[in-house]
């Protein structure tokens, strides 16, 4: 703390409170209808708590609107293993900061496109025989599989959409025997033949 030419303290500049930007409300109302989904209150509480997201300034504001929810940080890791049958993980689920994938002759597919992933980077633990992994993920999440060891299977990259560096980043490590990897993103939404003749958009 400095002086002043009296020798009495000056107060250090007090802080501004951190702000936000429209990614954070956004994920804090993702988390708020998995909370109305899992029961924890009722559509009225949750437009209560919406309106409250969306005129937050403050990194505060948002976290006592979450503050009675469990802590994401409690989430416990997906593992899914199979030998010769198969394994999917899809619809609406909270992705934990780690998953452990093991697949000797039969497939797993981890499909990403309605699930909230609360984290910047998740660590995707595999061992591969002659099985596979089908990873589907929104458009603008990454996939790293930089640090894959590779036997005689293969990876194919067929991401379409270019990665956003404010979405998920999905480290994938580990090996794989014969199979192989798949990358992807969803399959773009149809239109229905009457959407198509009132020249709608897809929903």
């Known amino acids: ?18 702000g936000i930007d429209d990614l ?10 998995f909370a109305l989904e899992q029961g924890r209150f009722d559509v009225l509480e949750l437009d209560r708590r919406l309106v409250v997201v969306y005129a937050a300034r403050t990194a505060a504001e948002l976290a006592a609107v979450t503050a009675d ?17 198969s394994r999917t993980k899809s619809g609406r689920w909270i992705v934990p900061d780690r998953i452990v994938v093991e697949a000797t002759s039969g497939p797993v597919h981890l499909d990403f496109t309605d699930a909230f992933c ?19 993920v929104p458009r603008g999440w990454q996939i790293n599989t930089d640090r894959v060891d590779i036997t005689s299977g293969k990876i194919r990259d067929e991401l379409t ?35 198509w003749l009132r020249r709608r958009p897809a929903v």
């Open 1 to 18: 703390m400095a002086e002043s030419e009296n020798n009495l303290p000056i107060p250090a500049p007090e802080r501004a409170p951190a």
């Open 24 to 33: 954070a409300r956004e994920q804090t109302a993702e988390r708020l209808r």
């Open 69 to 85: 929810l469990p802590a994401l940080t409690d989430i416990a890791p997906v593992e899914l293993r199979t030998k010769s049958g």
């Open 118 to 136: 609360p984290h910047a980077e998740v660590a995707v633990q595999v061992s591969i025989r002659s099985g596979s992994l089908r990873l589907t």
């Open 161 to 195: 959409a270019p990665a956003l560096p404010h979405l998920p980043l999905l480290h994938v490590e580990g090996q794989v025997g014969s199979g192989y990897i798949l990358a992807e993103n969803p399959e773009p939404p149809r239109r229905s033949f009457w959407a």
